[in-house]
């Protein structure tokens, strides 16, 4: 089969689409012919990587994980000894936080894994959203987001952003999207309720309070927001911030008891998949695709993520629905 393997670390250059040995489901596993799967701002991390801290857990001098690619959708080919939970043939979607490899034509993985059947007539390119549905949950239900309460969203117009956005909506909240120019329409379609153009004016001095903040992109800070935030209000980001910052400033506040930053840890499992899958098939979610390459070209994928411009999700097809 063929995958998009790094032997290495370092930039989109070091990616090789090459033939590598097709995996056989092992006991309680399920083997999966991928179709899409996306490159993410995880992919982008872990190939660099970034944080160089990240080393640590994902190999020193070189990946652990060769083949990259969180999540996926396409159908079961076959299943190993033991495992009834999925029949060869069933389309299927998910996310794979832990082995990632759906970089490739194939990906085995338990089937106690966040996999699930896919929602009627949903196409596999628009299947392939649960990482950026997965840390905006995660977010969200940390903060116990409830209806009527007023949330901003920085960076909107990313995965998690945009799911993010969708989320708080079907749970009843207030959204204000802060997002740029060319990302305005896009955000605004998806249901929130007032939309600010960070290149226009400062969303810092909008004379309104929030509830909740959500940066959902990794580009600004606690210290920046505090003047929207309400006397018990709560800051949340996904990523670590400058010099770490949104790490120690989560642990400076639980020790404190007031909670004012959050950063929470996402926990993987199949009732995830499960909560994404009602979602879409409610009307409450669906993907934003910005571009979609062919995984020959998956490099450029990765060299596009790489500039921070990306609206949504960056889909790979892996293999086209109509290929024998």
Not at 137 to 162: C, H, W
Not at 308 to 321: D, F, S
Request: charged share 25%.
């Amino acid at each position: 089969m063929k995958a998009a393997v790094s032997a290495r670390y370092g930039s989109p250059d070091v990616l090789e689409v090459r033939e590598v040995p097709k995996p056989e489901p092992k006991a309680g596993e399920v083997l999966i012919r991928v179709y899409a799967t996306t490159v993410s701002r995880t992919d982008v991390g872990m190939l660099r990587p970034h944080p160089f801290l990240a080393r640590l857990f994902i190999g020193l001098f070189r990946p652990r994980r060769t083949v990259l690619g969180m999540d996926f959708a396409g159908e079961i080919e076959a299943v190993g000894p033991g495992a009834a939970q999925f029949s060869p043939g069933e389309r299927v979607f998910g996310f794979s936080p832990q082995r990632f490899g759906a970089h490739a034509h194939y990906l085995c993985l338990p089937e106690t894994a966040p996999i699930a059947t896919m929602p009627a007539d949903l196409r596999f390119e628009d299947a392939v959203l649960c990482e950026g549905a997965w840390y905006a949950d995660t977010n969200l239900k940390r903060f116990s987001v409830e209806p009527g309460q007023n949330i901003l969203i920085y960076g909107a117009s990313g995965a998690i952003g945009m799911a993010a956005v969708q989320l708080a909506k079907s749970r009843g909240a207030r959204v204000t999207a802060v997002t740029s120019t060319q990302h305005l329409d896009r955000v605004r379609a998806l249901g929130a309720d007032r939309v600010i153009d960070y290149t226009a004016e400062d969303f810092t001095r909008i004379g309104e309070t929030f509830d909740f903040v959500l940066d959902a992109v990794g580009k600004t800070t606690y210290f920046r927001c505090r003047r929207l935030m309400k006397p018990g209000a709560m800051f949340a980001a996904t990523d670590l911030g400058p010099w770490g910052q949104n790490v120690l400033l989560a642990a400076w506040y639980a020790m404190t008891g007031s909670k004012r930053v959050v950063f929470p840890t996402p926990k993987s499992g199949k009732s995830v998949v499960e909560f994404i899958k009602a979602r879409i098939e409610a009307g409450e979610l669906r993907a934003v695709i910005d571009r979609t390459y062919r995984l020959e070209d998956i490099a450029e994928a990765y060299r596009y993520v790489e500039t921070e411009q990306k609206t949504g999700i960056v889909v790979v097809k892996v293999v086209a629905e109509d290929d024998e």
